[in-house]
């Protein structure tokens, strides 16, 4: 068997302890016979099918041997016969020798994303969970080792290059063309519909009856679909920033971005020493913008090396546009852009390049990317109601509907859409700071959800809750690791309304340091 990137073959093993069921497929299936529920397998049946798809394997920034297998799908379910790619996962064995038989199942963001490579940062924060369940991380197609439609790596092209009007346009247009001539290059065949079909044949696969879902940010919307396609096999949905199949993802950004931006600025006025040190933040920011383009001179975040280029408003919204996805570095955005009001762009450009630092386990599989959203959200951009923003505007429609155009796109079953009523307990998570899939989009999935979800708003977090705040881990694994349904729908997630808002960060002036000597030297002295 094929190893999975970044893994290698690990040594003999001692007798596992326990399996997570995950999502890959096994039989090739058409579509039609993949919504049929299988026949439930016996336990001893379903360990045995299990145990003949994996081998122990090594996983980078796990310590501790793991398995992995892969199992055919065809890359057309419409031709179960016809072309086939790999679907690979990693399973993480419960450490409990009476562990549950509801693995947990990751169902990793982006899209793009590969779930197998996020698994040695999102272990430790499921460390509870894994306890007495096995945790699935499964490479969805279009990522990792299933079928990846990888983009080339232009973080190390100069900034010039990169952000030249139309760059991004001729780079995605040179990606496309090449992915195309891949042995699976059919971009249609990686929506989110077939995807999650892949999934259930894991689960079949692996004698699984019934698992709980996780998914972060793009990962809720494949948990929508799996829940659509197959209710009975969901025992909990754990959904964190939700991002619901009727989003129009390129629209919201603008208004959802904006509401972001403008929550930095008003904390930033509530705050005495912010307000005293940045009084004029807002029109030093709408200052900055007038100016661009304009050149600029910063370090590349890769190369070290100070580069000049053409800063564009398109460029700057860009790069602020990371750290508001974590409020502690939103925090010192204030400082940041009164910087670069005065010419001076390090900070902003710093904070830019903090969100995944450049990580394999952050990187997108930009062709799974824009085949999922070319499909699903850019026919709708016509009919989407959000206006576009002050700042951010059209921009991340404009790049969409442009890519789009060329991009080969998959057809989509009329019910995608809908998301029917819950059989079973979904608890919904959202960010009051997050922005792109702030408390808006939670509250209306959570009511078409209905009796059988709970959503729970955090207040000043950003994007994702579940594995960034502990306090949240804990309801996380209440919710899931409750016995019954009504206690699971019951549980106590008031340590979300206490978790604060970072006060903003404000860098130390000569006089703050002299204040703060004279205060040691007192404190000394007493």
């Known amino acids: 068997m094929k190893q999975l990137p970044g893994a290698r073959p690990g040594p003999r093993a001692r007798p596992p302890l326990s399996l997570p069921a995950l999502s890959i497929a096994l039989a090739v299936l058409a579509a039609d016979a993949l919504a049929a529920p299988p026949a439930p397998a016996s336990s001893e049946a379903a360990a045995s099918k299990g145990a003949a798809l994996l081998k122990p394997c090594r996983v980078e920034g796990v310590p501790t041997e793991v398995q992995c297998g892969s199992i055919r799908r065809p890359l057309d379910p419409a031709q179960p016969d ?18 549950l038989p509801d693995p947990v199942l990751l169902l990793a963001g982006g899209p793009g994303q590969s779930a197998v ?87 079949a696969a692996l004698g699984v009856e019934r698992w709980n879902l996780v998914g972060a940010s793009y990962g809720t919307r494949a948990a929508l679909e799996y829940q659509r396609q197959f209710p009975q096999r969901v025992r909990r949905a754990v959904i964190d920033g939700v991002a619901p199949p009727d989003m129009v993802l390129p629209a919201s950004f603008s208004r959802d971005g904006q509401a972001a931006l403008d929550a930095v600025f008003d904390a930033c006025a509530a705050d005495a020493a912010c307000q005293a040190r940045y009084p004029a933040l807002r029109s030093e920011w709408q200052g900055l913008l007038k100016s661009l383009p304009r050149k600029v001179s ?35 955005l204030p400082a940041a852009l009164h910087e670069a009001a005065q010419g001076r762009f390090e900070p902003v450009a710093g904070l830019a390049g903090q969100l995944g630092g450049g990580s394999r386990a952050m990187r997108l599989a930009e062709g799974m990317h824009f085949s999922v959203i070319c499909a699903e959200d850019a026919p709708r951009l016509a009919q989407s109601t959000d206006a576009p923003s002050t700042d951010f505007g059209t921009q991340d429609r404009d790049l969409y509907a442009n890519v789009c155009r060329a991009w080969p796109r998959g057809e989509l079953p ?21 922005p792109a899939t702030p408390p808006r989009h939670g509250a209306r999935v959570a009511q078409t959800l209905g009796a059988n979800a709970v959503h729970v708003v955090v207040p000043q977090a950003g994007h994702g ?29 008031s340590c979300a309304q206490r978790i604060p808002r970072p006060t903003p960060y404000l860098p130390p002036t000569a006089a703050t340091v002299a204040a703060a000597a004279s205060a040691a030297a007192r404190e000394t002295d007493r």
Do not use: W
């Open 298 to 332: 910063v370090m590349h975040p890769l190369t070290g090396k100070t580069e000049e280029f053409t800063l564009t408003r398109e460029s700057l919204l860009g790069m602020i546009r990371a750290p508001l996805y974590v409020p502690a570095s939103a925090a010192a």
């Open 414 to 434: 009329s019910a995608f859409y809908a998301i029917p009523p819950a059989k079973t307990p979904v608890l919904v998570l959202s960010g009051g700071a997050d």
């Open 465 to 493: 809750v579940a594995m960034t705040l502990g306090c949240m881990r804990d309801v996380v694994y209440r919710f899931i690791d409750a016995a019954q349904d009504a206690d699971a729908l019951r549980v106590d997630a």
């Open 82 to 99: 016809g072309k086939q790619i790999d679907v690979r996962f990693v399973v993480v064995r419960a450490m409990a020798r009476n562990k």
């Open 117 to 203: 490579a996020l698994t040695g940062t999102v272990l430790p924060r499921l460390s509870r969970l894994n306890y007495r369940r096995d945790l699935v991380f499964v490479d969805q197609r279009g990522t990792g080792g299933s079928a990846p439609l990888q983009c080339p790596d232009n973080n190390e092209r100069s900034l010039e290059e990169i952000t030249r009007p139309g760059a991004k346009l001729r780079l995605l247009e040179a990606c496309r063309v090449a992915l195309e001539k891949l042995p699976y290059g059919d971009l249609r065949q990686f929506t989110t519909p077939i995807a999650m079909q892949d999934m259930d044949a894991v689960r």
